[in-house]
C-alpha cells in the first residue's frame, strides 16, 4: 500500500473512532496526521521501516509532543526487515514507536503493553520537586551530584525533564532525599525544553522555531500559534488547505503565514499573512488575535 493510500485508510479508522483529523500528505511534513478527541491531540507518522527513523526526525516529533501536550506515534510496517507481529509499544529516539497492526487497538482506547525488549523500564524524576529539595538544603547540583555520585550534567537533565532515571538510580535518589521522587507516569517520555524567542519585547506571545513542515514556526501564550514562512504559491495552497482544517478541528488555535517586510496580499485563501513590522508593533496576544481575526474576513 502506498503512503496516500496509507494515510487515507487510517485518517478513515481516526474518523471512525471519533477523531477529527487533518492529512499533511504532499507538503514534505514532518508528519502524516494531526488529530483531536475530546481536546486531546494525536499525532501519527508513518514510514515503511522503523530503522529509517532518523534523530533529527524523531527530535521534532518529540518538539511537537510538548507544544501541543500530544500523543505522538510514529507507525510502522516492519522491524529490522521483518513484518511487525508484536502487539507492543517502544521507544526509539524518544518517540514511541507502534506497529501498524496495533494503532487500531490505540485508537479504540484499548491497553497496549510496552515492549521490554527495546526498553528498560526507567522513570522521569520529578524535576520540580528535585529541584525544590536541593534547593532547601542550600545544595548545588555540583555538591549535590558528589553526595549521589551521579554526574552534574545527569542532575541538571533530571531537573529539567529532559531524562529518565533507571530505577537504581531513582532509589539512590529517594533514599538521599528520603521522600517518593518519581513521576505519577512513571514511562513517560522525556520533556524537551523548546527553546522560544520573543517577536518584539513587548509582545506576551513567545514563538519557537520547529523549521519544519508545515509549522516552521510555533506560538503560545493561551492560545497557540501555528507559522508558516514558505513563499513558494503552489506550496503556500497546500499549506493553506491544511490550515484551513486545522482550525476547524483545533478551534482554539490561530494559523498565519508570515512574510517578510511587506507582503501584497492580508490573506491567502483565506489564510492571515502578517508581515515582521506589523508583528513588531503588536503589543499584547489580545491584540495579535485581533489582527489574525480581521485577516480572516
Do not use: W
Amino acid at each position: 500500500m502506498d503512503k496516500e493510500a496509507l494515510i487515507r485508510k487510517y485518517s478513515r479508522l481516526l474518523d471512525y473512532y471519533g477523531f477529527s483529523g487533518m492529512s499533511a500528505f504532499g507538503m514534505r511534513s514532518s508528519f502524516d496526521i494531526i488529530s483531536e478527541k475530546k481536546g486531546k491531540v494525536t499525532i501519527l507518522k508513518f514510514v515503511d521501516n522503523i530503522d529509517s527513523l532518523a534523530k533529527r526526525e524523531a527530535e521534532t516529533l518529540r518538539k511537537l509532543n510538548s507544544f501541543f501536550d500530544a500523543d505522538v506515534f510514529v507507525v510502522f510496517k516492519s522491524y529490522k526487515g521483518d513484518t511487525a507481529k508484536g502487539g507492543s509499544i517502544f521507544n526509539r529516539h524518544g518517540v514511541d514507536c507502534v506497529s501498524q497492526e496495533c494503532l487500531e487497538s490505540l485508537l479504540n482506547g484499548s491497553e497496549v503493553p510496552r515492549a521490554q525488549k527495546f526498553i528498560k523500564t526507567k522513570y522521569r524524576v520529578n524535576p520540580i520537586e528535585l529541584k525544590r529539595l536541593r534547593k532547601m538544603q542550600n545544595m548545588s547540583m555540583r555538591r549535590l551530584s558528589a553526595a549521589l555520585d551521579i554526574s552534574k550534567d545527569t542532575i541538571y537533565r533530571y531537573e529539567h525533564g529532559s531524562a529518565f532515571a533507571t530505577e537504581p538510580t531513582l532509589k539512590k535518589i529517594e533514599s538521599f532525599f528520603k521522600t517518593e521522587m518519581a513521576e505519577p507516569d512513571g514511562l513517560s517520555k522525556p520533556h524537551i525544553k523548546l527553546k522560544y524567542h520573543q517577536i518584539n519585547p513587548d509582545l506576551d506571545v513567545n514563538f519557537t522555531d520547529l523549521g519544519a513542515a508545515p509549522f516552521h514556526v510555533l506560538g503560545k501564550k493561551h492560545s497557540r500559534y501555528e507559522i508558516s514562512n514558505v513563499v513558494d504559491v503552489r506550496t503556500m495552497k497546500k499549506v493553506a488547505a491544511f490550515y484551513a482544517g486545522l482550525s476547524r478541528i483545533l478551534e482554539q488555535d490561530y494559523p498565519f503565514f508570515m512574510a517578510g517586510e511587506r507582503s501584497i496580499r492580508e490573506a491567502f485563501d483565506g489564510i492571515p499573512v502578517l508581515t515582521t513590522p506589523e508583528l513588531k508593533k503588536v503589543k499584547d496576544e489580545k491584540e495579535l488575535i485581533d489582527l489574525i481575526s480581521s485577516r480572516k474576513k
